[in-house]
């Protein structure tokens, strides 16, 4: 058989995706820590991330001028609601400079779950946050598993697949 160049980097590109396709279940080994941080909640005091671990924990970044975000509050109170007795919570950031904002818009649209206020953006940008909404997963761990910027119709249900998985580990 002959054997030339172009049939080697064939070998090697297919050998190369075979390693991707086991990369998963070893990236599992080297989730990163989620950004601690504190910040003023509208009702609860002050909220510490920390504090949640044992909890799975969805955090999501929204602005009161975010016509996706008005779209997923009401969702994501529906999935605090399913899942809040199984230990998850969801911790809703906004981060309009004037919190007064905020306060219009729960005025119309209910929620269970703390709002936490960035008006200085300093959890967005550790998080880096650049696209409204945007939402990330931590496990009971204090890990972060998934970070998702934007939203369109069905992300919510993802989240969901997300959360189960993680409130079984």
Not at 23 to 49: C, E, I, M, Y
Not at 75 to 82: A, F, G
Request: some cysteine.
């Amino acid at each position: 058989m002959k054997t030339n160049y172009s049939t080697i980097k064939t070998l090697g590109f297919a050998a190369a995706l075979l390693l991707l396709c086991q990369l998963p279940s070893q990236a599992a080994d080297t989730k990163q820590n989620a950004v601690d941080f504190t910040l003023a909640s509208k009702n609860h005091g002050n909220v510490r991330l920390q504090e949640q671990i044992g909890n799975v924990v969805l955090i999501n970044f929204w602005a009161s001028w975010c016509t996706p975000c008005r779209e997923e509050l009401p969702l994501l109170e529906e999935l605090q609601q399913n899942y809040a007795d199984l230990g998850f919570t969801i911790l809703a950031i906004n981060v309009d400079k004037d919190s007064a904002k905020a306060d219009v818009l729960l005025n119309d649209i209910a929620v269970s779950f703390p709002v936490l206020f960035d008006n200085e953006a300093v959890v967005s940008k550790r998080y880096d946050v650049s696209a409204m909404p945007t939402t990330v997963i931590v496990d009971r761990d204090g890990k972060q598993r998934l970070l998702h910027r934007g939203y369109k119709k069905g992300d919510v249900a993802k989240y969901e697949q997300v959360v189960k998985s993680l409130l079984r580990e």
